[in-house]
């Protein structure tokens, strides 16, 4: 994690308990010539565009006071979407009976790539029941081995 994003986090958390919504994730990236600050937003019920809104007003004023970014920058507040990343435990228990998709550091069974229904999570690993062609395998992950992971849209 960069310290661009350390530090937006730590702005964004006050606005988002007020609003009764959660961080899930911050991106400081740079695309072609531009760089974006990316700020994911959710509840249990999803968010809608006037809550992005009001979330990218009240982060724009506090980083007009303080901005931690020296190059000119497009802050972007939106919703996970279909593929929101599973980055904290609780996450990753939201997630069980979904489908995810998740890579590894190292290869687990000859493998990096998993795609399949998170069937259990207990802090130290991840259980991922994973189809291969007409048999399902069930694979267990080292939590700490997780390099990426992201809820998968199925169209099965």
């Known amino acids: 994690m960069s310290k661009v994003t350390e530090i937006v986090e730590e ?5 988002l308990d007020e609003l009764h919504l959660e961080l899930v994730d911050v991106e400081y990236v740079k695309e072609g010539p ?3 600050l990316r700020v994911y937003i959710d509840k249990d019920t999803g968010v809608d565009i006037d809550e992005c809104a009001v979330v990218s ?3 724009s004023e506090k980083l007009d006071e303080v901005d931690p970014i020296s190059e000119n920058y497009f802050l972007e507040v939106s919703s996970p979407g279909a593929e929101r990343p599973l980055k904290k435990d609780k996450d990753f228990e939201k997630a069980i009976g979904k489908n995810v998709y998740i890579k590894t550091y190292e290869p687990i069974e000859k493998e990096k790539t ?6 259990a999570f207990d ?13 399902k395998k069930t694979i267990v992950i080292p939590y700490e081995k997780v390099a990426k992971a992201r809820l998968a849209v199925s169209f099965s």
């Open 11 to 15: 702005m964004v958390h006050p606005i």
């Open 34 to 36: 531009n760089w974006f």
């Open 57 to 59: 007003e009240k982060l």
């Open 114 to 119: 998993f795609e399949g229904v998170l069937t």
């Open 123 to 135: 802090g130290k690993t991840v259980t991922v029941e994973v189809k291969i062609k007409t048999r």
